[in-house]
C-alpha cells in the first residue's frame, strides 16, 4: 500500500477524535486535553531528532506496562505485559527488554516490528456529539509479532501473527467503546511537516492503543516515552512541552520560575526505577508561550535533582485534573550539557 502523510494523518485524526474527549481545565490558562495530546507529540520527535546529533547515544521507542484493574482483594497485585512498537529489529531492544524483564511482576513481553505491509481497518466516528455513528475506514498497521524469552534473552515469533496475541489475557469488553466527535483538524496540520516514517511510527503506536487496547476489558496502560542507550547503560527518559511557571511579583526573575511534573507519572517512575535500577531524565522542550509556542531551548533534569528542589509542603493543579510537583527552573540543566555527559 502507498502511503504518504496526508492519509497517514487522515486515519490519525479520526482515531485521536474518536477516542479523546475535549476537557479544558479551568486552573490551567489555555490547556484543553485534546489539544496537548495532539500537540504533545511534537516535543518526542524533536527530541528524539536532537539525539541524533550524538555518536554515542542511541534513542529508543518507549514501551507500554498493561495491567488488568486489580480487584481489590488484599492477595492481589499488578501484574504486566510489556509492549514495544518500532520499525527497528527487535534485537536492537534487548538491553532494554533484559533490564525490564528483571521486574519480577513483568510477565509476557511483546515487541511489535512495524513493516510496510499495511492494510485497512474500520473505526466508528460522529461528526458531532449528537449524531449517529458511522464506519470509516482506517490504515491497520503492519507488524511481525515477536515474544521476549527470558529465559534464554531472545526474540521468537509469536505462534500468532495479529494484535489479537496481546489481548489474550484480557477479557473482551463486550460493548462499543464511547466515540468523540471528529474536531479541530487544523491542530494535525503539524504533522505534515515531518516525514512519513516519523508519521507511521506514531501512528502505530496510537492504532495499537486507542484501537486494538481499548478491545481489552478493565487494562490499565503506563507508557514510557522513550529511552537512552549510551555506553554505561540505559536511562528512563520523560519528554514534555512547556513554558515555565514565573513568579507574580517579578516574571522576568528566573529564580522565581518553576517547572511541574505529574505527581502521578513521578511516583510510577520512581518505583519503576526502583525495580529495574535504571535513572530518569525529565526533558522539557521549552516554548515562549502556550500560544505562539515557539522553541526556546531543551531543558534536562534528573529525577532526584528535581526532588531535591521540589517543595513537599504543597503542588499545583496541572493539565487534565493531575495535579504536579514543582521543582526551580535553575535546578534544570541545558539537555545538551547532560547529553555531552552520556556521550
Known amino acids: 500500500m502507498k502511503l504518504d502523510p496526508k492519509n497517514v494523518v487522515e486515519s490519525l485524526h479520526k482515531i485521536m477524535c474518536s477516542s479523546t474527549s475535549t476537557q479544558a481545565d479551568a486552573r490551567v490558562d489555555n490547556n484543553d486535553y485534546f489539544k496537548r495530546r495532539v500537540l504533545g507529540f ?15 547515544i542511541k534513542f529508543l521507542e518507549g514501551g507500554q506496562l498493561i495491567s488488568k484493574a486489580l480487584t481489590g482483594s488484599a492477595s492481589d497485585s499488578n501484574k504486566f505485559i510489556y509492549t514495544t512498537l518500532s520499525y527497528d529489529k527487535p534485537e536492537k531492544y534487548l538491553e532494554v527488554y533484559k533490564a525490564v524483564s528483571s521486574w519480577s511482576d513483568v510477565g509476557e513481553m511483546f515487541y511489535l516490528e512495524l513493516n510496510d505491509s499495511w492494510t485497512y481497518d474500520e473505526l466508528q466516528v460522529k461528526d458531532t456529539s449528537t449524531s449517529p455513528k458511522r464506519a470509516e475506514k482506517i490504515l491497520k498497521p503492519g507488524c511481525i509479532f515477536w515474544t521476549y524469552n527470558k529465559s534464554r534473552a531472545i526474540f521468537e515469533k509469536h505462534i500468532e501473527q495479529d494484535y489479537g496475541c496481546v489481548l489474550n489475557g484480557f477479557e473482551n469488553s463486550g460493548r462499543e467503546p464511547s466515540v468523540f466527535p471528529l474536531r479541530k483538524r487544523e491542530q494535525f496540520d503539524y ?9 507511521k511510527k506514531i501512528y502505530a503506536t496510537r492504532y495499537f492503543l486507542d484501537v486494538v487496547l481499548r478491545k481489552a476489558s478493565k487494562r490499565k496502560i503506563i507508557d514510557f ?16 512541552e512547556k513554558t515555565p511557571i514565573v513568579g507574580e511579583r517579578d516574571p522576568a526573575d528566573q529564580m522565581q520560575w518553576k517547572y511541574g511534573w505529574d505527581s502521578r507519572r513521578i511516583l510510577w517512575y520512581l518505583y519503576f526505577s526502583s525495580k529495574v535500577n535504571m535513572p530518569i531524565i525529565y526533558n522539557v522542550r521549552h516554548i515562549n508561550n502556550r500560544t505562539e509556542r515557539k522553541f526556546i531551548q531543551w531543558d534536562s533534569i534528573t529525577i532526584d535533582t528535581f526532588l531535591s528542589g521540589s517543595d513537599w509542603s504543597k503542588g499545583r493543579g496541572g493539565g487534565g485534573g493531575e495535579d504536579t510537583m514543582l521543582a526551580p527552573y535553575l535546578f534544570f540543566e541545558r539537555a545538551e550539557k547532560i547529553l555531552e555527559k552520556l556521550n
Request: glycine share 4%.
Open 191 to 199: 504533522f505534515l511537516q515531518y516525514n512519513i516514517d516519523i508519521l
Open 225 to 240: 516515552d522513550g529511552f537512552l542507550e549510551y555506553k554505561r547503560g540505559l536511562s528512563l527518559i520523560e519528554i514534555k
Open 42 to 56: 511534537r516535543a518526542e520527535i524533536e527530541f528524539e531528532k536532537l539525539i541524533e546529533n550524538y555518536q554515542n
